[in-house]
């Protein structure tokens, strides 16, 4: 059922960094999770993960892979790809399918610019490779909020801005948002704010052109999180890449269209 899912981690430097693995397809699909990364690992949601990308399992051999545990200051979406690339090469992935999603897709950009020999197809989701007005007040809200402690108020714009109403609704989370609100809170949240940091430094824009590997570009048209426009803008920097927009969608197009698992697979395919 969970097609040997597992969770693991390797040593990157002072510190480790956590990955879990499942599938039982021959070809290697790397998935880079966004910004939540910095509440919370990869660690102990394997089974999870294995049942979210089930669909994945029988082609791909799937590694999705957290940022390093312990993150210094002034870490930037280049050294997270430089870090993704020393666990590939410890874990002797030589070539992979690489999915990244927001900050993920931040991350897949540099591997994919740093490292092209290792990066067989791109998919780049509901990001950006240049600042905006909107990512700037949006994170450097969250930071404020992260810095204040204030989880609740966090997750609720969080929610609020990633997803669109009537998916809000239809799910019923704002009825849930004071359980929602009590769940997760990290002891401490220098991690996410270090990452989140990192969102409001990224600047890749004028490197796409070195993108040479097949890429899918996949965001909504509302998104209030990353802004509009900023998946266009990548698609038409990276050469020959392939541009998918959801209308009436935003930054969490990738959990409300099951077209967009679609239109993944049957490109990485």
Not at 29 to 38: E, F, N, S
Not at 155 to 160: A, L, N, R, T
Not at 174 to 199: E, H, N, S, V
Request: proline content about 3%; some cysteine.
């Amino acid at each position: 059922m969970f097609n040997g899912a597992k969770g693991n981690s390797i040593k990157i430097g002072h510190t480790e960094m956590e990955y879990i693995t499942f599938g039982k397809g021959e070809k290697t699909l790397v998935i880079i999770p966004g910004l939540p990364d910095g509440l919370k690992t990869v660690k102990g949601t394997a089974k999870t993960m294995a049942l979210m990308y089930r669909r994945y399992a029988k082609e791909y051999r799937v590694y999705v892979f957290s940022r390093k545990n312990q993150l210094e200051n002034g870490y930037t979406t280049r050294d997270m790809a430089r870090d993704l690339k020393e666990a590939m090469d410890q874990l002797g992935i030589t070539r992979a399918y690489v999915k990244g999603i927001s900050q993920g897709g931040m991350i897949a950009q540099y591997l994919a610019i740093d490292y092209p020999e290792v990066v067989e197809k791109l998919i780049i989701a509901v990001s950006m490779a240049k600042q905006n007005d909107t990512i700037q007040q949006v994170v450097q809200g969250w930071i404020t909020m992260a810095e204040k402690g204030d989880y609740k108020s966090f997750i609720i714009d969080s929610m609020e801005k990633t997803y669109t109403e009537d998916y809000l609704t239809r799910k019923k989370y704002r009825w849930m948002y004071p359980l929602i609100t009590r769940i997760g809170k990290p002891k401490d949240f220098t991690r996410f704010i270090i990452q989140a940091r990192a969102c409001l430094s990224h600047n890749a824009y004028e490197e796409l052109g070195k993108i040479q590997c097949p890429t899918l570009v996949i965001g909504g048209d509302r998104d209030k999180v990353v802004g509009i426009n900023t998946s266009e803008e990548m698609a038409e920097e990276i050469p020959g890449s392939k541009l998918v927009i959801y209308p009436n969608l935003g930054h969490g197009a990738f959990t409300e269209t099951k077209d967009f698992d679609r239109q993944a697979l049957k490109f990485l395919s």
